[in-house]
T-cell receptor, first 113, second 118 residues
Framework: GESVGLHLPTLSVQEGDNSIINCAYS??????FIWYKQESGKGPQFIID?????DKRQGQRVTVLLNKTVKHLSLQIAATQPGDSAVYFCAGGLPGSSYKLIFGSGTRLLVRP | GAVVSQHPSWVICKSGTSVKIECRSLDFQATTMFWYRQFPKQSLMLMATSNEGSKATYEQGVEKDKFLINHASLTLSTLTVTSAHPEDSSFYIC??????????????FGDGTRLSIL
């Protein structure tokens, strides 16, 4: 069925360390994936996206890896900072008339000072 | 760029009242906007896809008569929660996507509306 899920509900990391947030998806039809960051009381903020014809994409301090064989993607945050503390969602895009997104359950990232 | 504004950010009203939430794309045109609902510590659940100039497409289980959606222009979609009851209390979030709907592009989100029904 359609689902995008996450392995860990909470991730605690030391400030300055790298963070890796994982996500699994089940729908092979998903051809586009996005990572969002959501702070308390706010809407999701776009971080980075990747299309299914790629296996890696880098942004500023973030890298997304896509493994289509095992239907898994991850978000790597380098040198994690206190401001990175938030809930992170992956979302998969489904081809169709509106390209709607299916969101995963989210991972809360806690950065220890 | 790609700023989405949602209003109001917070509303408290009595049971039985209808509440309208606005979603505006400020610096781009959006033929498609989306409405989500989010419960505490949970993920976003897509309620409906709002299409400019045509009827909204609702997800399974979402009552069309309960959640009225209007997308009258390329920059504005509204969600009206009719005859709201306490179980409708939630965080409602809209999003919009610039450009052609056939293209994979990220949705940009408003900051949500926290609705509390007494």
């Amino acid at each position: 069925g359609e689902s995008v899920g996450l392995h860990l509900p909470t991730l605690s990391v030391q400030e300055g360390d790298n963070s890796i947030i994982n996500c699994a998806y089940s729908n092979s039809a998903s051809d586009y994936f996005i990572w969002y960051k959501q702070e308390s009381g706010k809407g999701p903020q776009f971080i980075i996206d990747i299309r299914s014809n790629m296996d890696k994409r880098q942004g500023q301090r973030v890298t997304v890896l896509l493994n289509k064989t095992v239907k898994h993607l991850s978000l790597q945050i380098a040198a994690t900072q206190p401001g990175d503390s938030a809930v992170y969602f992956c979302a998969g895009g489904l081809p169709g008339s509106s390209y709607k997104l299916i969101f995963g359950s989210g991972t809360r990232l806690l950065v220890r000072p | 760029g790609a700023v989405v504004s949602q209003h109001p950010s917070w509303v408290i009203c009595k049971s039985g009242t209808s509440v309208k939430i606005e979603c505006r794309s400020l610096d781009f045109q959006a033929t498609t906007m989306f409405w989500y609902r989010q419960f505490p510590k949970q993920s976003l659940m897509l309620m409906a896809t709002s299409n400019e100039g045509s009827k909204a497409t609702y997800e399974q289980g979402v009552e069309k008569d309960k959640f009225l959606i209007n997308h009258a222009s390329l920059t504005l979609s509204t969600l009206t929660v009719t005859s709201a009851h306490p179980e409708d209390s939630s965080f409602y979030i809209c999003s919009a996507r610039p450009g052609d709907i056939s293209l994979n592009q990220p949705q940009h989100f408003g900051d949500g509306t926290r609705l509390s029904i007494l």
